[in-house]
Structures are given as C-alpha cells and as structure tokens.
C-alpha cells in the first residue's frame, strides 16, 4: 500500500498557490492508519525515549497512537489557555500573525529522553516551539518525527542538531 496515495491533495488550500496536504483521507482507511503508526514506529525503532510529545490538534493524532504502539507516554502541548496546571509557554510566527503553544511545567523530567512527532513538517515553527518547550524543561530531544515532510519549504533546517525522520515527503 502506498501511503501518499491515501493524503488528499487540496489545491489553492487555505489559500491560493497552497497545495494542502490533508490527512484526514489516510486518517479514516484503518489499514492505512494502522501501517503509517506502525512504519513510523519501525523508522524510530533505534531512537531512544521515555515520552512522546506532540503538539496541538494533528501532532495529537500522529503522536499519540505513536507512543501507544513504542510502549511510552504522551504529552500534549496545547495552544495557551487550554491546560489547567502551571505552564510553560513559547511564541511561534504564523503566515498571518502569532500564536502560542503551552506544556505543563512538570511535564518533562530533566534530562528524560523526548520524541517529538507531528503530523507535518513544513517551515518548522509550530515545532520548533515544540522542542524549544521540551528543552526550556530540561528534556533532551532524541528525534524529532513527522508523518509528512514538505521538503521544498525547508523545515528541517530550523531543527538542525536534531534527528529528524519524516515518514512521507513530498
């Protein structure tokens, strides 16, 4: 089964120029969902963590299937506001303005071992925000792991020094 041919391709999405990638195709075929956790698990098979962490709402659906099927837990990071402890919070540029994401500040152990998953990788903000949250708390990001890579935006160089595994690129 190839799993590019379960991603929807939306063009001129959410504006014009912009060819969207939409997982929700691959999202709702079992099987499919079911081979794209269980290939990113076997890409991650040498990476070591204590916790998976993945950032609001599609690093949740990535994520958090990922760290069930690696044995691990799951740690949210919310856009502010949503999280009822004491956070941590980073700013990170949108095309349109700014936002913020949020992670608990007893999340994270010092010195644990954190995957960071998402579901795409395109300019590298939203996750870059999300490493900088998990090494603000003394985590030690191992990998840094993504369904999608859009390797013509050139996201991974925004995480250079860190492993970066993306299961699809397009």
């Given at each position: 089964?190839?799993?590019k041919d379960k ?5 001129d999405?959410p ?22 956790i ?5 890409m991650?098979?040498?990476v070591?963590a204590?916790?998976?962490?993945g ?15 690696l ?9 502010t506001?949503?999280l009822p ?6 700013t ?21 071992k ?6 795409l ?8 925000s ?12 191992t990998g ?12 991974r ?6 492993p970066?595994?993306s299961?699809?690129?397009?």
């Amino acid at each position: 089964m190839d799993l590019k041919d379960k991603i929807r391709v939306i063009p001129d999405f959410p504006v014009e120029g912009i060819r969207f990638k939409d997982i929700t195709t691959l999202l709702k075929d079992g099987p499919a969902f079911r081979k794209a956790i269980d290939d990113m698990a076997e890409m991650l098979k040498g990476v070591e963590a204590d916790v998976v962490v993945g950032p609001e709402a599609r690093g949740f659906l990535i994520g958090a299937p990922l760290a069930y099927k690696l044995g691990k837990g799951f740690i949210p990071v919310r856009k502010t506001g949503k999280l009822p402890a004491e956070v941590l919070e980073a700013t990170y540029e949108l095309e349109y303005g700014k936002d913020k994401l949020a992670i608990h500040k007893d999340a994270i152990e010092p010195g644990a071992k954190v995957l960071v998953v998402d579901d795409l990788l395109a300019t590298g903000g939203t996750i870059w925000s999300t490493v900088d949250l998990v090494l603000q708390l003394g985590g030690q990001v191992t990998g840094i792991a993504f369904l999608i890579e859009l390797t013509y935006l050139d996201g991974r160089e925004k995480l250079a020094g860190h492993p970066v595994f993306s299961l699809l690129e397009f």
